[in-house]
């Protein structure tokens, strides 16, 4: 069991390791449907696909592993899943901000510890 504090900070951890460390310019641009890929980066003989949503589940994914890593609960991990896909969708489709995004991903990891701390 965690003090409220140090779960928190855990998580805070996972999320700047996730958020900015792990998450590589291919998929931050990969994961914006608005954003189209560079043409001439397609290897000859391929075309353009629709990939947005591999790329914005893999990364929502990865924020969930760190949520599992850090709680060893599947709720948890289940919550930040959901709920850091829909935060980035909005930012991709312009309805937030930067600071907005990372407003209500701290808000999310602030209930997180409510929840499993209180």
Request: hydrophobic content about 50%; glycine content about 4%.
């Amino acid at each position: 069991m965690f003090t409220p504090l140090i779960l928190f900070f855990k998580l805070l951890i996972s999320h700047a390791l996730c958020d900015f460390a792990l998450q590589t310019p291919s998929m931050a641009s990969g994961k914006n449907r608005n954003i189209r890929p560079i043409d001439h980066a397609l290897p000859p003989g391929q075309t353009l696909s629709t990939v947005w949503p591999y790329w914005l589940t893999s990364h929502a994914l990865i924020h969930a592993g760190g949520v599992l890593l850090v709680t060893n609960n599947m709720a948890a991990s289940l919550l930040q899943f959901v709920s850091h896909w829909v935060v980035d969708f909005m930012k991709c489709e312009s309805f937030t901000n930067v600071h907005i995004d990372q407003s209500l991903h701290l808000l999310f990891l602030l209930v997180t510890t409510w929840a499993l701390t209180a």
